[in-house]
């Protein structure tokens, strides 16, 4: 009863069905989205990780990398140490040579070797180099399947990766013995994290552009890739997990937890994932792995080797050496070595558990049908929003509501009112206007030279403040060119806009969560900028405060605000983007161009618009 | 009845010792064995098995040497000629050289069956031929019963009968393969029993399950053809071959410590010439031919004697052959004795009946190698692109001599949902210089019989007679699309896509006039699979639950608990019953929950 006469009130009153319910409902979405990503770490909401895929069975076997391998590691170390430290030879000679040791010491194990060039131009930077790779013909295999291992010679932090490489070639000498192997196994050898991996991954599928060379020599279909990282030169203490891909692509669950399985439970060596290297299992520290997690899935750019693979569905992860403690090589080796036999033991590709999660710590991760809601719900705020500023500008007459002067009269009036023809041609117009205007600096960011980029982000930020007040100039006194608009032209203009930022976020929610749910908090001042109404000097006083504060939330503005937060320099971020443009197929400035951009220009012409 | 058999019996025999008499000719068998170390440590082992039956005893279903089993099968489908093959592994041809047999005597991966069936028209010879791969099915214990329609192709161009055929028949070439099929024990344990020395004696005693399906590469091929004589006697042949690589320090393990740990450091093979060699350093030094093994330790057996059906006379006295330099000493067990061929390299041993022979190769540093000839094609198909929608076929032909083209014939089967584009057929050609340039599909394809496919029936046929130049290499690419299954269509078990089966290419020699034969490796498809596991389980347990649960609340809901005379009321279409009918209503009203449940 009381539920039917709250509807029926608010039937009748229209200010309150189409003004205030709107900006309540938009708020408690945002506040709820927020709290449900904040209660996320619970372990009411959170489940423990489990293996999915039975024929996986991590640590069920013994690894037998010990005793006299470590002798032939040294040994091989000692090979490749000579050549990397002879001085006598300049940097592309020491190159050459150590390729060819490689090759010699693939070669004499008996796998079938084979090297690729590859060339990228990016942002005015070349980045060149040549892949070296071999093959474990499995003993009774057809080439149908194979797993990759790959050794980049600097790791994801530039430091030298010695250890990493000489490990992958003792492994190759010390796999190529054993008879059991269902599938090939490919060790990669690149020369750095960031290009060779792609370069590599791209011939593969013969996806690759002219400058990357073909691949010469080739397996079947590749069912997993397991990056080595040892950069270090002591024994280390625990591994760190790497699992994030080229615009937030997950691998599957089943194989980040194989290998804290292994790791912790077969080898007893400690697994750490995004740097958080005392994890107390507390709440705040879930939530801070979470955060962590969320920020790298959202910027979306490739965190290491293993993240180029992501784009071609083969799961990957990096295995990082961190810290000072009591393992050595061959632990890592063991620890490999178990996990190419668990991935040897897959009958299908893997496709069971889960590629879209969160991990809150090394056994703990939240699935996207409990996450989702939080992303979901913060992109239907702007949806709500636009559906009921289109209901506005249909049946809402902008007056204010007329006091009611007998009930008759009142609804009388609502009745001859209540309908009023929408004027679509300009709001549509200008909007998609600003969404293709997305393309310019999308355009400028991805193809100009690096050392042009701080100048650029500040001719940004510059713009930012004129385009909007000088739009709304141009709207509010039309110029002579046209009328100045009318109020609802001004709401068409804001539903237009925060509709299709809802759409493309609550799309964006399922594709990369942390994305959609990063610009969607972002963007949540959006759905309250309207043209101020009221007395002059107020309305001024609160315009230019608003302007003021909103471009605070300006892409550019944020931008260089979380770089003067992390130290880090503009040009680095925008050089690491337009290469993740060129190189990696990173789609994360799409969205801020062509959807948050221009979502967020839209709402400075509606509060600039306060000011004419 | 009895007293007429028993005194028919001498005659029998006296008949059979006469027949045996003219045929001995053409009733023989012989075996051999030829081992052929190969660089890496690899180790070609090639048993050759072979004997005749007259065409007469054939047909008479008298079988001496042909086992019965197998030549009842081929009377019954009307089979003139079959080849079958069992092949697992890659044949390493950058390490190894030309193929065994030049590559007629090996399958693609898994279960590879061609045959010529004598039938008047293309339906009885197809119901002829699934007569037939019924029956192998069951006596190779191989599931040779899936070759059905979209698995069987009718080749033009790249079979030709090895057989003398009479131009009577009227002969249909069949082909199918199963490139999925797991070749193991449970197939080699039927082909050994085909031999007359049933693995018991000869050769045949070498082959142990656990040592041939360790091997890098192994292929078993059954071969029945009808040869005959320029003067027109003809027999029936049968040839089975067992090929295979091992690894010779894989093979050297025993069978109790099967395990390649790590051998102790003071076993170590290192390079003591680096400076930096130490008790806990080692450079290991490559693999090496001059490896010691013996028969024993390979094969994990001794060869027991000669099979004493093999024919001893004559020139195929030498059942065991052995490929190293002659400088390289070989010791063999007592009473058998050792031919040294002319050419360097080959050695024959002839062995004393019912003696177990070993051969032992002791270590040795040999200056001289067994030459390997350069393989003529090098061939390789992968699958390119990605996505679960569309894919290409890449393959590559390249041709390693500096002189001479090489024309072959190229035959690929492609499975029903698999679908080629054929107009995107492209070649690319790329000298030696590394200088690539695109041409007409029509400048290297100077021929092309293509048979497309029809969902669920039958797969694509594509044959192609192609020509590649002197010292260069061609990649053929063509696009395909990948068509969507029927949920019933997938394998009920786990799998990792769906194996395409190898192609087969058909080098035409006009030196030797017997043709090469090289297959490539089988391709896996990867189909878009929906998810089995998850939304399956979600649908029919929710479904069923919400059938259970809706089906009971809706039938309480909406029945009315009625008396009898109360029900005919409620049915009855005249005026006064539906009068009735509202009567009974409002008294249910009245009545409420007593009769009726909301």
């Not at chain 1, 196994?185 to 791209?202: C, H, R, V, Y």
């Not at chain 1, 320099?569 to 221009?598: I, K, R, Y």
């Amino acid at each position: 009863m009381a539920l039917k006469s709250a509807i029926r009130n608010l039937r009748s009153n229209p200010h309150l069905l189409f003004v205030r319910l709107p900006k309540l409902l938009s708020l408690l979405c945002i506040v709820v989205g927020v709290a449900w990503l904040l209660l996320l770490p619970l372990n009411e909401y959170s489940r423990r990780t489990y293996i999915s895929e039975n024929a996986l069975l991590p640590g069920q076997v013994h690894a037998y990398f010990t005793g006299s391998e470590q002798n032939i590691f040294r040994g091989y170390k000692k090979e490749l140490q000579a050549i990397l430290n002879d001085e006598t030879k300049d940097k592309s000679e020491v190159t050459a040579g150590v390729s060819d040791k490689v090759q010699s010491i693939f070669e004499e194990a008996g796998l079938k070797f084979a090297r690729q060039n590859y060339e990228y131009n990016s942002a005015g930077n070349t980045h060149e180099g040549e892949n070296s790779y071999a093959i474990i013909h499995a003993p009774r295999g057809d080439a149908t399947e194979a797993i990759v291992l790959v050794a980049p010679w600097l790791t994801a932090d530039d430091k030298l990766n010695l250890n990493g490489v000489t490990l992958a070639l003792t492994l190759a000498r010390y796999f190529k013995r054993w008879s059991l192997w269902s599938k090939d196994i490919i060790f990669l050898i690149t020369p750095d994290s960031k290009t060779g991996t792609q370069a590599w991954i791209d011939a593969y599928h013969d996806m690759h552009p002219a400058s990357v060379q073909p691949l010469p020599l080739k397996s079947g279909a590749l069912q997993g890739a397991l990056v080595i990282e040892y950069p270090l030169e002591h024994r280390f203490q625990t591994l760190h997990i790497v699992y994030d891909g080229v615009n937030g692509q997950l691998p599957n669950l089943d194989l980040f937890n194989t290998a804290v399985s292994i790791a912790g439970g077969q080898m007893g060596i400690g697994a750490n994932l995004q740097e958080m290297w005392n994890h107390d299992d507390s709440y705040e520290h879930r939530l801070q792995t979470m955060v962590r997690g969320m920020t790298k899935q959202g910027l979306g750019y490739a965190t290491g080797a293993h993240s180029s693979f992501m784009p071609y569905h083969i799961d990957a992860i990096t295995l990082q050496t961190k810290g000072e403690g009591w393992e050595d090589e061959m632990a890592l080796g063991r620890t490999i070595e178990s996990l190419c036999r668990s991935l040897n033991n897959l009958l299908e590709h893997l496709h069971q558990s889960f590629f879209f999660y969160l991990l809150m710590q090394s056994n703990r991760f939240v699935s996207i049908g409990t996450y989702l809601p939080s992303a979901m719900l913060l992109a239907g705020n702007f949806t709500i929003m636009a559906i009921a500023l289109w209901m506005r500008t249909g049946y809402y007459p902008e007056s204010k509501p007329v006091q009611s002067k007998g009930e008759k009269a009142s609804a009388e009036k609502a009745k001859t009112s209540n309908i009023a023809e929408r004027k679509l041609a300009l709001p549509l117009s200008l909007v998609v206007g600003l969404h293709l205007l997305g393309l310019v600096p999308l355009w400028v960011f991805n193809n100009i030279s690096h050392q042009y980029f701080t100048t650029i982000t500040y001719v940004v930020l510059g713009v930012d403040i004129i385009l909007p007040l000088s739009l709304a100039a141009i709207l509010s006194n039309g110029l002579g060119l046209s009328k100045p608009l009318i109020p609802q032209q001004y709401h068409l203009i804001k539903s237009f806009s925060l509709l299709l930022l809802g759409l493309s976020l609550s799309t964006l929610a399922t594709l990369n969560f942390s994305l959609s749910f990063i610009i969607g908090l972002l963007c949540t001042p959006l759905s309250f900028m309207a043209r101020l109404q009221g007395p002059a000097p107020a309305r001024l006083a609160t315009s230019g405060l608003g302007l003021i504060l909103l471009n605070l939330l300006s892409p550019p503005t944020v931008l260089l605000g979380v770089c003067w937060y992390t130290n880090v320099s503009v040009e680095t971020v925008l050089t690491e983007a337009a290469f993740g443009w060129d190189v990696w197929g990173m789609w994360t400035q799409v969205v801020v161009w062509c959807v948050w951009w221009p979502a967020w220009l839209i709402g400075g012409v509606l509060l600039g618009s306060s000011i004419f | 009845m009895t007293v007429l058999s028993l005194l028919s019996l001498p005659l029998v025999a006296l008949l059979l010792s006469f027949c045996s008499s003219t045929v001995v000719a053409s009733s023989d068998y012989h075996e051999n064995l030829l081992l052929h170390p190969l660089p890496q440590s690899a180790l070609l082992a090639s048993f050759n098995f072979r004997s005749n039956t007259s065409q007469e005893s054939f047909d008479q279903q008298h079988f001496r040497y042909l086992p019965r089993a197998l030549g009842q099968i081929l009377q019954h489908a009307q089979t003139k000629e079959l080849h079958l093959r069992f092949t697992t592994g890659r044949w390493d041809a950058e390490s190894w050289g030309p193929r065994p047999w030049n590559g007629s005597k090996e399958g693609g991966t898994g279960v590879e069956l061609w045959a010529w069936i004598d039938a008047p028209n293309d339906d009885e010879a197809f119901a002829k031929w699934i007569t037939l791969t019924q029956s192998l099915s069951g006596l190779f214990c191989a599931s040779l019963n899936f070759v059905d329609s979209t698995r069987t192709t009718r080749p033009v161009v790249s079979f030709e009968p090895f057989g003398d055929h009479s131009e009577v028949d009227q002969l249909h070439l069949l082909h199918g393969t199963l490139p999925g099929e797991v070749v193991c024990t449970e197939n080699l344990t039927p082909f050994l029993k085909l031999l007359p020395c049933k693995g018991k004696a000869g050769i045949s005693s070498l082959l142990d399950g656990h040592k041939l399906f360790d091997a890098a590469w192994q292929s078993m091929s059954v071969d029945i053809q009808p040869v005959c004589s320029p003067e027109g006697d003809c027999v029936v042949q049968i040839e089975q071959t067992v090929d295979m690589v091992l690894d010779i320090d894989r093979s050297k393990r025993s069978r109790s410590n099967p395990i390649p740990r790590p051998v102790p450091n003071d076993e170590l093979v290192c390079d003591t010439s680096k400076p930096y060699h130490s008790g806990d350093t080692c450079y290991p030094l490559g693999k090496t031919n001059d490896k010691a093994w013996s028969l024993g330790q390979v094969f994990g057996r001794n060869l027991d004697g000669i099979c004493p059906l093999a024919d001893t006379e004559g020139s195929h006295e030498e059942s065991v052959c052995l490929q190293v330099p002659h400088e390289r000493g070989v010791y063999i067990s007592q009473g058998a004795q050792e031919i040294k061929k002319d050419d360097g390299f080959t050695r024959c041993f002839k062995l004393a009946p019912s003696t177990p022979f070993d051969l032992s190769i002791p270590q040795q540093t040999v200056n001289v190698e067994v030459p390997l000839d350069e393989p003529v094609l090098h061939a390789e198909r992968t699958i390119v692109g990605n996505g679960q929608e569309r894919g290409g076929m890449r393959i590559i032909f390249s041709n390693p001599s500096n002189a001479s083209a090489v024309d072959f014939i190229y035959f690929e089967t492609l499975p029903w949902f698999l679908r080629p584009y054929i107009h995107t057929l492209r070649a690319t050609i790329t000298g030696r210089d590394g200088v690539s340039r695109e041409l007409p599909a029509s400048k290297i394809v100077k021929e092309t019989y293509y048979r497309p496919a029809i969902d669920r029936e039958r797969g694509t046929q594509l044959e192609l007679s192609l020509s590649v130049p002197a010292a260069s290499t061609v990649t053929l690419t063509y696009d395909f699309e990948k068509a969507i299954l029927r949920y019933t269509e997938y394998p009920p078990d786990a799998n990792r896509g769906f194996n395409v089966a190898p192609a087969v290419i058909r080098i035409v020699d006009n030196v030797h006039h017997a043709p090469i034969y090289i297959r490539s490796t089988s391709l896996l498809l990867q189909l878009p699979v929906p998810d089995f596991s998850m939304p399956y389980n979600v649908i029919i347990l929710t479904s069923t639950v919400i059938a259970l649960a809706f089906g009971t609340i809706f039938n309480i809901l909406i029945r009315r608990v009625v008396s009898l005379d109360q029900a005919s009321a409620l049915g009855a279409t005249t005026l006064k019953g539906r009068i009735v009918s509202k009567v009974v209503a409002i008294q249910d009203r009245f009545r409420g929950k007593a009769t009726k449940v909301e």
